[in-house]
C-alpha cells in the first residue's frame, strides 16, 4: 500500500506542475486585459486544478507517513502506533482494542478500526487539505463550465 501511495503522490504532483504550467502560460499568452472571458477562465480553471492537486499530494504524503509507521513491525507495533490516538490506553482497558486500519481517499485520510466495530480518523492529514482540495476543485470545475459556457455563447454571436 506504501508503494501505491507514492505512485499517487508522483502522479498527482505531475498533474498539478502541467496544470499549473497550463494555466500560467494560458494567462501569460493573452494578458489578463486583452483576453477573452473564456481564456481567462480556463487559465484560472487551471491553476486552481494544480492547487488541488498539489494539496492532495501534500495529504497523501501525510497518510503515507502514517501507513509506513503503522506497517512498520517488530516489537510496540500491536495496535499499530498510527492508530495510538489520545485516550487509546483507556479504551483498551475498556475491551476496546484496535483491530484494522486503511486508507480512505475521498476524503482523504487514515481510519483505525475498533473492536467494537467504530472506526475513526487518526488526524495525521491536516484538517484543512480536505476542505481546500474541495474547494479548489469545485473552483477549477466551474472556471470550465464557465469558459465552455462563454465560448459558445460568443461561437453564437458570431454566427457559426
Same mark, same amino acid.
Given at each position: 500500500?506504501?508503494?501505491?501511495?507514492?505512485?499517487?503522490?508522483?502522479?498527482?504532483?505531475?498533474?498539478?506542475?502541467?496544470?499549473?504550467?497550463?494555466?500560467?502560460?494560458?494567462?501569460?499568452?493573452?494578458?489578463?486585459?486583452?483576453?477573452?472571458?473564456?481564456?481567462?477562465?480556463?487559465?484560472?480553471?487551471?491553476?486552481?486544478?494544480?492547487?488541488?492537486?498539489?494539496?492532495?499530494?501534500?495529504?497523501?504524503?501525510?497518510?503515507?507517513?502514517?501507513?509506513?509507521?503503522? /506497517?512498520?513491525?517488530g516489537t510496540d507495533?500491536?495496535?499499530?502506533?498510527?492508530?495510538?490516538?489520545?485516550? !487509546?490506553? /483507556?479504551?483498551?482497558?475498556?475491551g476496546v482494542e484496535?483491530?484494522?486500519? !486503511?486508507?480512505?481517499?475521498?476524503?482523504?485520510?487514515?481510519?483505525? /478500526?475498533?473492536?467494537?466495530?467504530?472506526?475513526?480518523?487518526?488526524?495525521?492529514?491536516?484538517?484543512?487539505?480536505?476542505?481546500?482540495?474541495?474547494?479548489?476543485?469545485?473552483?477549477?470545475?466551474?472556471?470550465v463550465i464557465g469558459?465552455?459556457?462563454?465560448?459558445?455563447?460568443? !461561437?453564437?454571436?458570431?454566427?457559426?
Amino acid at each position: 500500500m506504501f508503494l501505491l501511495i507514492l505512485l499517487f503522490v508522483v502522479v498527482a504532483v505531475i498533474v498539478a506542475v502541467g496544470l499549473c504550467g497550463y494555466g500560467g502560460r494560458t494567462l501569460a499568452d493573452h494578458g489578463l486585459r486583452r483576453a477573452h472571458a473564456a481564456a481567462v477562465l480556463r487559465g484560472l480553471a487551471a491553476l486552481a486544478g494544480g492547487g488541488a492537486c498539489a494539496l492532495y499530494a501534500w495529504g497523501l504524503l501525510a497518510v503515507c507517513g502514517a501507513v509506513m509507521t503503522a /506497517e512498520d513491525g517488530g516489537t510496540d507495533s500491536s495496535p499499530a502506533r498510527s492508530c495510538r490516538t489520545a485516550g !487509546w490506553q /483507556e479504551r483498551s482497558r475498556e475491551g476496546v482494542e484496535i483491530v484494522d486500519h !486503511w486508507v480512505t481517499y475521498v476524503p482523504l485520510g487514515f481510519v483505525c /478500526e475498533t473492536s467494537d466495530g467504530g472506526s475513526y480518523d487518526n488526524g495525521d492529514v491536516p484538517g484543512y487539505v480536505n476542505p481546500a482540495v474541495f474547494g479548489l476543485a469545485l473552483l477549477g470545475a466551474g472556471g470550465v463550465i464557465g469558459s465552455v459556457l462563454v465560448s459558445e455563447r460568443r !461561437w453564437v454571436r458570431a454566427g457559426g
